[in-house]
């Protein structure tokens, strides 16, 4: 199990599916699972241009698509793809074992602590 300091629990990886987003709380933050080519990904989840949840928009190919003004994120790496958003979301590890989902209580970047 990776070190409960550093990673939380999420949700059974069979739960998690393709070209879904699945919304979770880590502390104060809202962050999302996103599966793509049948990896998962753990994202910010509010859009970093205006209040979103992004995981009320769309997956397609590699790219979240906020559901407000369209601005679209690397699924990947949390760059932006489409404007009007300017600002990368954070994005964390994910650890799979024993069928469970963990993800890293820390971004693993675009910390928003690095601005």
Same mark, same amino acid.
């Given at each position: 199990?990776p070190?409960?300091n550093?990673y939380?629990e999420?949700?059974?990886?069979s739960?998690v ?10 502390d104060d933050?809202?962050?999302?699972l996103?599966?793509?080519d049948?990896?998962?990904? %753990?994202?910010?989840?509010? *859009?970093?241009?205006?209040? %979103?949840?992004l ?5 397609e190919d590699d790219?979240?698509? *906020?559901?407000l003004?369209?601005?679209g ?11 009007? %958003?300017?600002?990368p979301?954070p994005v ?8 469970t989902?963990f ?8 910390d928003?602590d690095d601005r």
């Amino acid at each position: 199990m990776p070190d409960p300091n550093e990673y939380v629990e999420v949700m059974p990886e069979s739960m998690v599916e393709e070209g879904e987003m699945y919304p979770f709380d880590l502390d104060d933050e809202q962050l999302m699972l996103a599966k793509v080519d049948g990896k998962i990904h %753990a994202l910010h989840g509010i *859009c970093t241009h205006e209040y %979103a949840e992004l995981w009320d928009g769309d997956i397609e190919d590699d790219v979240i698509w *906020c559901p407000l003004h369209s601005s679209g994120f690397n699924v990947e790496t949390g760059e932006v793809t489409n404007f009007p %958003a300017v600002v990368p979301l954070p994005v964390y590890d994910v650890q799979i074992e024993d069928g469970t989902v963990f993800v890293s209580k820390k971004p693993i970047r675009n910390d928003p602590d690095d601005r």
